[in-house]
C-alpha cells in the first residue's frame, strides 16, 4: 500500500502541482480516469484519512495535506 500512495502523491504532483485534484471523483472534471494515471490507486486510504480528519478538526486540514503527509508516512514505513 506504500508505494500506491506514494504513487498517488507523485501523480498529483504531476498536472499543475499539488492540489489534491487526483482526488476529485466528478466524472467531467476528474484526473483519475486520466490515461496517464491508470494504475494509481490507494484513493480509498485517503478518503478514509480525510473522513477521520474532518470529524475532530472540520474545514481546516485540506486534502493536499493529507496526501503529503500519507506519502510521507508511508515513505518511512517502507
Known sequence: MAAL??????HDY????CDASILLSDP????RTALSNTGVGGYEVIDAAKSA????????VSC???LAVAARDASVAL
Open 14 to 17: 504531476f498536472v499543475q502541482g
Open 53 to 60: 480528519v474532518e470529524n475532530i478538526c472540520p474545514g481546516i
Open 5 to 10: 500512495i506514494i504513487r498517488l502523491h507523485f
Open 28 to 31: 467531467a472534471t476528474t484526473e
Open 64 to 66: 493536499a495535506d493529507i
